[in-house]
Protein backbone atom coordinates (compact mmCIF):
# COMPACT_ATOMS: atom_id res chain seq x y z
CA UNK A 1 0.00 0.00 0.00
CA UNK A 2 1.33 3.43 -0.97
CA UNK A 3 2.05 6.20 1.90
CA UNK A 4 -0.71 8.25 0.06
CA UNK A 5 -3.39 4.92 0.37
CA UNK A 6 -2.39 4.75 3.95
CA UNK A 7 -2.46 8.87 4.93
CA UNK A 8 -0.88 10.81 7.36
CA UNK A 9 -1.48 11.12 10.77
CA UNK A 10 -2.30 14.89 10.81
CA UNK A 11 -5.47 16.19 10.29
CA UNK A 12 -4.47 20.05 9.99
CA UNK A 13 -1.12 22.29 9.26
CA UNK A 14 -0.77 26.27 8.57
CA UNK A 15 1.93 27.03 6.15
CA UNK A 16 3.90 29.84 7.03
CA UNK A 17 5.40 32.19 3.43
CA UNK A 18 8.49 33.67 2.97
CA UNK A 19 7.37 36.97 1.33
CA UNK A 20 4.43 38.03 -0.22
CA UNK A 21 5.57 38.09 -4.41
CA UNK A 22 5.07 34.70 -5.91
CA UNK A 23 8.09 33.70 -6.95
CA UNK A 24 9.68 30.25 -7.42
CA UNK A 25 9.17 29.16 -3.55
CA UNK A 26 6.02 30.36 -3.55
CA UNK A 27 5.09 28.48 -6.53
CA UNK A 28 6.23 25.55 -4.28
CA UNK A 29 3.86 26.55 -1.43
CA UNK A 30 1.01 26.49 -3.01
CA UNK A 31 2.03 23.04 -4.92
CA UNK A 32 2.40 21.77 -1.29
CA UNK A 33 -0.47 23.10 -0.36
CA UNK A 34 -2.19 21.51 -3.05
CA UNK A 35 -0.91 18.47 -2.63
CA UNK A 36 -1.66 18.54 1.56
CA UNK A 37 -5.18 19.39 0.36
CA UNK A 38 -5.49 16.40 -2.06
CA UNK A 39 -4.98 14.37 1.20
CA UNK A 40 -8.00 15.94 2.92
CA UNK A 41 -5.57 17.85 5.55
CA UNK A 42 -7.05 21.22 6.25
CA UNK A 43 -4.07 23.95 5.19
CA UNK A 44 -3.93 27.27 6.06
CA UNK A 45 -1.82 29.85 4.88
CA UNK A 46 0.21 32.71 6.26
CA UNK A 47 1.43 35.65 4.21
CA UNK A 48 2.15 38.95 4.39
CA UNK A 49 -0.47 41.60 3.31
CA UNK A 50 2.00 43.90 1.45
CA UNK A 51 3.01 42.94 -1.10
CA UNK A 52 -0.42 40.46 -1.40
CA UNK A 53 -0.03 38.66 -4.77
CA UNK A 54 0.32 35.33 -2.79
CA UNK A 55 -2.10 36.15 -0.83
CA UNK A 56 -4.64 36.69 -3.69
CA UNK A 57 -3.37 33.22 -5.38
CA UNK A 58 -4.28 31.27 -2.46
CA UNK A 59 -7.49 32.74 -1.80
CA UNK A 60 -8.35 32.47 -5.90
CA UNK A 61 -7.49 28.95 -5.53
CA UNK A 62 -9.94 28.88 -2.06
CA UNK A 63 -7.14 28.51 0.59
CA UNK A 64 -7.82 29.84 3.73
CA UNK A 65 -5.65 31.94 4.73
CA UNK A 66 -4.34 34.42 7.78
CA UNK A 67 -3.29 37.73 6.37
CA UNK A 68 -0.04 39.03 8.48
CA UNK A 69 0.35 43.11 8.55
CA UNK A 70 4.10 43.62 7.59
CA UNK A 71 5.56 46.70 6.22
CA UNK A 72 9.04 45.34 6.47
CA UNK A 73 10.55 42.04 6.54
CA UNK A 74 11.23 42.57 10.28
CA UNK A 75 7.54 43.34 11.39
CA UNK A 76 6.78 40.27 9.39
CA UNK A 77 8.90 38.22 11.14
CA UNK A 78 7.19 39.69 14.21
CA UNK A 79 3.75 38.69 13.03
CA UNK A 80 4.66 35.55 12.06
CA UNK A 81 6.51 34.87 15.42
CA UNK A 82 2.97 36.57 17.72
CA UNK A 83 1.05 34.05 15.31
CA UNK A 84 3.25 31.25 16.16
CA UNK A 85 3.28 31.60 20.03
CA UNK A 86 -0.63 31.89 19.76
CA UNK A 87 -0.62 28.75 17.57
CA UNK A 88 1.97 26.24 18.63
CA UNK A 89 0.59 23.10 18.56
CA UNK A 90 -0.68 23.80 15.13
CA UNK A 91 1.99 22.04 12.58
CA UNK A 92 3.81 24.50 10.87
CA UNK A 93 5.80 23.99 7.70
CA UNK A 94 7.99 27.26 7.29
CA UNK A 95 8.36 27.99 3.51
CA UNK A 96 11.56 29.71 3.60
CA UNK A 97 14.50 31.26 5.86
CA UNK A 98 12.03 34.22 7.01
CA UNK A 99 9.32 32.03 8.86
CA UNK A 100 12.02 29.42 9.48
CA UNK A 101 13.71 31.89 11.72
CA UNK A 102 10.93 33.86 12.92
CA UNK A 103 9.95 30.90 14.44
CA UNK A 104 12.95 29.15 16.10
CA UNK A 105 12.08 26.47 18.87
CA UNK A 106 8.48 27.08 18.65
CA UNK A 107 6.63 24.24 18.55
CA UNK A 108 6.15 21.06 15.78
CA UNK A 109 7.01 22.41 12.41
CA UNK A 110 9.45 21.86 8.90
CA UNK A 111 12.21 23.93 7.91
CA UNK A 112 12.06 24.59 4.17
CA UNK A 113 14.59 26.53 2.22
CA UNK A 114 14.32 26.95 -1.79
CA UNK A 115 17.62 29.08 -1.88
CA UNK A 116 20.86 27.83 -1.13
CA UNK A 117 21.76 30.57 2.10
CA UNK A 118 25.39 32.03 2.06
CA UNK A 119 26.59 34.29 4.57
CA UNK A 120 24.70 35.90 7.68
CA UNK A 121 21.78 33.69 5.63
CA UNK A 122 23.73 30.79 6.15
CA UNK A 123 24.30 31.75 9.67
CA UNK A 124 20.29 32.44 10.22
CA UNK A 125 19.15 28.95 8.63
CA UNK A 126 21.80 27.20 10.88
CA UNK A 127 19.86 28.88 14.03
CA UNK A 128 16.28 28.52 12.52
CA UNK A 129 16.63 24.69 11.97
CA UNK A 130 16.84 24.35 15.65
CA UNK A 131 13.82 22.36 16.91
CA UNK A 132 12.62 21.91 13.67
CA UNK A 133 11.53 18.05 12.44
CA UNK A 134 13.32 18.06 9.24
CA UNK A 135 15.11 20.64 7.38
CA UNK A 136 13.68 20.60 3.71
CA UNK A 137 15.65 20.94 0.58
CA UNK A 138 14.70 20.66 -3.23
CA UNK A 139 17.88 19.27 -4.52
CA UNK A 140 20.77 16.95 -3.66
CA UNK A 141 22.81 19.78 -4.96
CA UNK A 142 21.55 21.79 -2.05
CA UNK A 143 21.98 19.37 0.57
CA UNK A 144 25.46 18.60 0.00
CA UNK A 145 25.92 22.03 0.77
CA UNK A 146 24.17 21.95 4.09
CA UNK A 147 24.97 18.45 6.03
CA UNK A 148 21.49 16.92 7.54
CA UNK A 149 19.21 17.98 5.24
CA UNK A 150 16.23 15.91 3.53
CA UNK A 151 15.79 16.30 0.39
CA UNK A 152 12.02 16.94 -0.90
CA UNK A 153 12.06 17.23 -5.17
CA UNK A 154 9.96 20.24 -5.85
CA UNK A 155 7.41 19.74 -8.61
CA UNK A 156 5.70 21.48 -11.43
CA UNK A 157 1.99 21.96 -11.57
CA UNK A 158 0.27 19.80 -14.79
CA UNK A 159 1.49 20.40 -18.23
CA UNK A 160 0.94 19.16 -21.48
CA UNK A 161 3.03 17.61 -23.73
CA UNK A 162 3.40 19.40 -27.06
CA UNK A 163 3.58 17.66 -29.90
CA UNK A 164 5.71 19.72 -32.06
CA UNK A 165 5.55 20.37 -35.53
CA UNK A 166 9.71 21.12 -36.05
CA UNK A 167 10.71 23.36 -38.53
CA UNK A 168 14.36 22.85 -40.18
CA UNK A 169 14.40 25.39 -42.16
CA UNK A 170 13.29 29.16 -41.91
CA UNK A 171 12.87 31.14 -38.56
CA UNK A 172 14.59 29.55 -35.57
CA UNK A 173 13.09 30.78 -32.29
CA UNK A 174 15.86 30.53 -29.51
CA UNK A 175 13.64 31.46 -25.85
CA UNK A 176 14.60 32.65 -22.31
CA UNK A 177 12.16 32.24 -19.47
CA UNK A 178 13.00 33.63 -16.19
CA UNK A 179 13.78 36.44 -13.65
CA UNK A 180 15.66 39.32 -16.07
CA UNK A 181 18.49 39.61 -13.84
CA UNK A 182 22.44 39.04 -14.48
CA UNK A 183 22.36 35.97 -12.24
CA UNK A 184 20.28 33.99 -14.67
CA UNK A 185 22.63 35.05 -17.72
CA UNK A 186 20.03 36.24 -20.14
CA UNK A 187 22.82 38.64 -21.59
CA UNK A 188 25.41 35.95 -21.71
CA UNK A 189 22.30 34.10 -24.08
CA UNK A 190 22.23 37.69 -25.78
CA UNK A 191 25.72 37.70 -26.51
CA UNK A 192 25.81 33.72 -27.80
CA UNK A 193 23.37 34.49 -30.13
CA UNK A 194 25.19 37.23 -31.63
CA UNK A 195 27.52 34.73 -32.67
CA UNK A 196 24.95 32.05 -33.97
CA UNK A 197 23.13 34.67 -35.99
CA UNK A 198 26.94 35.06 -37.93
CA UNK A 199 26.97 32.04 -38.42
CA UNK A 200 24.01 30.11 -38.96
CA UNK A 201 21.89 29.77 -42.71
CA UNK A 202 18.43 30.28 -40.11
CA UNK A 203 17.21 33.56 -39.28
CA UNK A 204 17.51 33.51 -35.52
CA UNK A 205 15.39 35.39 -33.21
CA UNK A 206 14.70 35.62 -29.32
CA UNK A 207 12.02 35.22 -27.46
CA UNK A 208 11.85 36.89 -23.77
CA UNK A 209 9.62 36.10 -20.95
CA UNK A 210 10.22 37.49 -17.76
CA UNK A 211 11.07 40.73 -15.91
CA UNK A 212 13.11 42.12 -13.78
CA UNK A 213 12.60 40.95 -10.31
CA UNK A 214 14.35 41.11 -7.13
CA UNK A 215 16.93 43.14 -9.46
CA UNK A 216 18.20 46.92 -10.20
CA UNK A 217 19.15 49.06 -12.04
CA UNK A 218 22.46 48.11 -13.07
CA UNK A 219 20.99 44.44 -13.78
CA UNK A 220 18.47 46.73 -16.71
CA UNK A 221 21.33 48.22 -18.16
CA UNK A 222 23.94 45.14 -18.27
CA UNK A 223 21.16 43.50 -20.07
CA UNK A 224 20.26 46.42 -22.42
CA UNK A 225 24.08 46.51 -23.66
CA UNK A 226 23.80 42.85 -24.36
CA UNK A 227 20.71 43.45 -26.40
CA UNK A 228 21.42 46.36 -28.18
CA UNK A 229 23.33 44.20 -31.24
CA UNK A 230 20.21 42.13 -31.60
CA UNK A 231 17.74 44.96 -32.29
CA UNK A 232 15.38 43.64 -34.45
CA UNK A 233 15.98 40.52 -34.09
CA UNK A 234 14.30 40.28 -30.27
CA UNK A 235 10.43 39.45 -28.79
CA UNK A 236 10.20 40.98 -25.39
CA UNK A 237 6.99 39.19 -23.84
CA UNK A 238 7.00 39.86 -19.46
CA UNK A 239 5.27 37.32 -18.19
CA UNK A 240 3.57 35.16 -19.79
CA UNK A 241 1.93 31.78 -19.57
CA UNK A 242 4.59 28.77 -19.71
CA UNK A 243 2.84 26.97 -21.97
CA UNK A 244 2.16 29.95 -24.22
CA UNK A 245 5.67 30.83 -24.28
CA UNK A 246 7.17 27.49 -25.15
CA UNK A 247 4.48 27.15 -27.71
CA UNK A 248 6.31 29.89 -29.18
CA UNK A 249 9.66 28.62 -29.57
CA UNK A 250 11.59 25.56 -31.19
CA UNK A 251 14.76 26.07 -28.58
CA UNK A 252 14.90 26.74 -24.51
CA UNK A 253 18.15 27.72 -23.53
CA UNK A 254 18.46 28.37 -19.23
CA UNK A 255 22.40 29.65 -18.98
CA UNK A 256 22.23 30.71 -15.34
CA UNK A 257 25.24 32.26 -13.64
CA UNK A 258 24.55 31.08 -9.92
CA UNK A 259 24.74 27.89 -7.90
CA UNK A 260 20.86 27.40 -8.50
CA UNK A 261 18.70 25.52 -5.61
CA UNK A 262 16.42 23.39 -7.86
CA UNK A 263 15.35 25.03 -11.35
CA UNK A 264 11.77 24.81 -12.03
CA UNK A 265 11.53 26.34 -15.40
CA UNK A 266 13.93 23.28 -16.79
CA UNK A 267 11.30 21.06 -15.13
CA UNK A 268 8.73 22.63 -16.94
CA UNK A 269 10.68 22.70 -20.27
CA UNK A 270 10.91 18.59 -19.72
CA UNK A 271 6.86 18.14 -19.20
CA UNK A 272 6.07 20.16 -22.33
CA UNK A 273 8.63 18.65 -24.18
CA UNK A 274 10.65 21.73 -25.73
CA UNK A 275 14.21 21.04 -26.01
CA UNK A 276 16.31 23.05 -23.69
CA UNK A 277 20.40 24.12 -23.13
CA UNK A 278 21.15 24.29 -19.36
CA UNK A 279 24.15 25.92 -18.09
CA UNK A 280 26.24 23.80 -14.92
CA UNK A 281 24.83 25.68 -12.60
CA UNK A 282 23.90 24.12 -9.18
CA UNK A 283 21.09 21.84 -9.28
CA UNK A 284 20.56 22.69 -13.15
CA UNK A 285 22.26 18.96 -14.32
CA UNK A 286 20.71 17.42 -11.62
CA UNK A 287 17.44 18.18 -12.11
CA UNK A 288 17.39 17.24 -16.09
CA UNK A 289 19.02 14.40 -16.09
CA UNK A 290 22.45 12.61 -15.96
CA UNK A 291 21.40 11.92 -19.77
CA UNK A 292 20.38 15.28 -20.85
CA UNK A 293 23.48 15.93 -23.97
CA UNK A 294 22.78 19.82 -23.96
CA UNK A 295 24.84 21.01 -21.01
CA UNK A 296 27.32 24.46 -20.90
CA UNK A 297 29.91 25.76 -18.37
CA UNK A 298 27.95 28.80 -17.21
CA UNK A 299 28.93 32.23 -18.06
CA UNK A 300 30.76 30.53 -21.59
CA UNK A 301 29.24 32.59 -24.46
CA UNK A 302 31.22 30.97 -26.73
CA UNK A 303 30.97 27.77 -25.79
CA UNK A 304 27.14 28.43 -25.64
CA UNK A 305 27.12 29.49 -29.04
CA UNK A 306 28.56 26.27 -30.37
CA UNK A 307 26.12 23.94 -28.11
CA UNK A 308 23.29 25.82 -30.09
CA UNK A 309 24.83 25.63 -33.82
CA UNK A 310 24.82 21.83 -33.00
CA UNK A 311 21.50 21.77 -31.83
CA UNK A 312 19.79 22.97 -34.88
CA UNK A 313 20.22 20.26 -37.03
CA UNK A 314 18.87 17.82 -34.51
CA UNK A 315 15.45 19.55 -33.18
CA UNK A 316 13.26 17.12 -34.92
CA UNK A 317 14.71 14.17 -32.94
CA UNK A 318 11.73 13.69 -30.59
CA UNK A 319 13.79 10.74 -28.64
CA UNK A 320 15.39 13.23 -26.18
CA UNK A 321 12.10 15.34 -25.29
CA UNK A 322 9.75 12.48 -25.14
CA UNK A 323 12.84 11.09 -22.55
CA UNK A 324 12.52 14.16 -20.92
CA UNK A 325 9.03 13.83 -20.31
CA UNK A 326 8.77 10.31 -18.63
CA UNK A 327 11.56 11.85 -16.67
CA UNK A 328 9.40 14.61 -15.61
CA UNK A 329 6.13 12.26 -15.00
CA UNK A 330 8.50 10.00 -12.72
CA UNK A 331 10.05 12.98 -10.70
CA UNK A 332 8.31 16.41 -11.21
CA UNK A 333 4.88 15.96 -12.15
CA UNK A 334 2.30 16.90 -9.38
CA UNK A 335 1.72 13.16 -9.13
CA UNK A 336 5.09 12.37 -7.68
CA UNK A 337 5.54 15.96 -5.46
CA UNK A 338 2.24 14.65 -3.70
CA UNK A 339 3.45 11.00 -3.32
CA UNK A 340 7.19 12.42 -1.52
CA UNK A 341 4.85 14.56 0.58
CA UNK A 342 2.86 11.87 1.98
CA UNK A 343 6.22 9.66 2.11
CA UNK A 344 7.68 12.60 4.35
CA UNK A 345 4.48 12.95 6.59
CA UNK A 346 4.16 9.32 6.94
CA UNK A 347 7.75 9.18 8.07
CA UNK A 348 7.24 12.28 10.51
CA UNK A 349 4.43 10.41 11.83
CA UNK A 350 6.36 7.13 12.68
CA UNK A 351 9.23 8.93 13.85
CA UNK A 352 6.54 10.98 16.41
CA UNK A 353 4.89 7.51 17.36
CA UNK A 354 8.59 6.69 18.19
CA UNK A 355 9.37 9.40 20.53
CA UNK A 356 6.68 8.66 22.39
CA UNK A 357 6.69 5.38 23.18
CA UNK A 358 10.29 6.63 24.53
CA UNK A 359 8.60 9.23 26.43
CA UNK A 360 10.12 11.52 24.34
CA UNK A 361 8.28 15.65 23.18
CA UNK A 362 6.45 15.09 19.81
CA UNK A 363 8.39 18.48 18.72
Given at each position: MSAAARGPRISSLAIAANNGDVGGGEVMLLNI????????????ILAPTSPDGLLSTARERGFDVT????????????????????????????????????????????????????????????????????LLVPSHFMSSRIPGATVLENWTEDIGFRDRNVRTTGLLRVGFLGRLTTD?????????????????????????????RFGGSDDDREIA??????????DRLGWVDREEFFDQIDLAVFPSLV?????????????RGVPFVISDAGALPEIAGPSHPWVVPRGD??????????????????GAQRD???RWEERFSPAAGAGRVAELLLDLGQAAGTRRAGGRSDV
Open positions: AAALREMAIEVRPLDASTRASYMREIAAWRLRNLSVPLWCNGLVPTLATTAMGPRLAHLHLLPTGLNAAAARIGRLGARRKGVHVLARALQEVIAQSDREVRLIIAGENAALEPLTGSVEESFGLVVAEAMADGALAEMILSMIGELDDEARR
